[in-house]
């Protein structure tokens, strides 16, 4: 197929962009470049072609002639998406409708939007299917839940969307992140020897690795349309559902010799955990290859390799609100995000 993949510069979208041409699809990327110098361990890949350009900016031209569109560019994480909550809406609401409308109206018959499991929320203990209500307590859950809702209502037979709701990613990638849970108490370990947790390490979180991520795309993208038409799937494993204090105890597995400690930090309201049996049952080709223990190893083999220092793990090109913080005080976006 034809593809083109919204976010391609992102932490999921550079192994997403690899995944596809792996699986012998026609991929151009689209990418605004917030974060295109946040490599980590550098391979030398042969990357797709790249648009530059911001989704609030796509023109029903710059759409035209695709199989599907895979969107994940958005501003991501919860922190960054409370830095102006009116914005984000601007972006990751209106932007992305915006987009699948403009993709409806070209005739491409495909897309395939990148939700969050951060959509439920709140929980006691209870697993959340894609039946369950969801309860968004962020700016960048809300957006989500309203993209799904808003594009779903888009849905024809010439028109055919899928909601793919990720568990929190974890694991090493092209253009890597240290706002992650897993890694970020990976790089806590690496760096000063201590896994120290920012809250009481009680909420739940499920968990999946950004291959597997990518892994579930190529899947829905292949699947039958009547497969995947107009559904929410959770992309995970459920047996990758942990209490972040289980998270710490991962790392240190992976990490010998660290002490982990609880932060003193606000109770953390998001607490959810998530079955994953539907993708499973509707897409047999598709299964989680990596744990949160795996992905520990992994990060622990990298980090050694390429002998990570404290002031590159605290780096800016890592740390998503961090980077755009530095792109507005120096002034390279304006107050809208758009390039000066």
Known sequence: MKVLLTGILGYIGAFMGEALQEAHHRVTGLDTGYYAR???????????SVIHKDIRRVTEEDV???????????????????????????????????LAKLCKKAGVPRFIYSSSCSVYGTGNGEFKDEQSPVSPQTAYAEC?????????????????????????????????????????????????????????GSPWRPLVHVRDICRAFVCALEAPREAVHNQVFNVGDTKENYRVREVAEIVAQAFPGCKIATGN????????????????????????????????????????????????FEHRAFIRLKQIRHLLATSQIDHQLFWN
């Open 38 to 48: 946040s490599v980590l361990y550098d391979k030398r890949r042969a990357a797709p």
């Open 64 to 98: 035209t002639g695709y199989d599907a569109v895979l969107h994940l560019g958005e501003l991501s994480n919860d922190p960054l998406g409370q830095l102006d909550p009116t914005l984000t809406h601007q972006i990751n609401h209106a932007g992305s409708v915006g």
């Open 144 to 200: 989500k839940a309203r993209v799904e809702r808003e594009v779903a209502e888009l849905a024809d037979d010439r028109f055919s969307p899928t909601f793919l709701r990720n568990a929190t990613a974890f694991g090493l990638a092209p253009h890597f992140r240290f706002d992650l849970v897993l890694n970020n108490l990976s790089g806590l370990a690496a760096t000063t020897g201590e896994i120290r947790m920012s809250s009481d």
């Open 265 to 312: 930090g606000d109770k953390d309201s998001r607490s959810y955990r998530v079955s994953f049996d539907k993708i499973r049952q509707a897409l047999p080709g598709f299964a989680c290859a990596m744990t949160a223990l795996d992905g520990a190893r992994e990060l622990k083999d990298i980090f050694d390799r390429i002998h990570l220092t404290r002031e590159l």
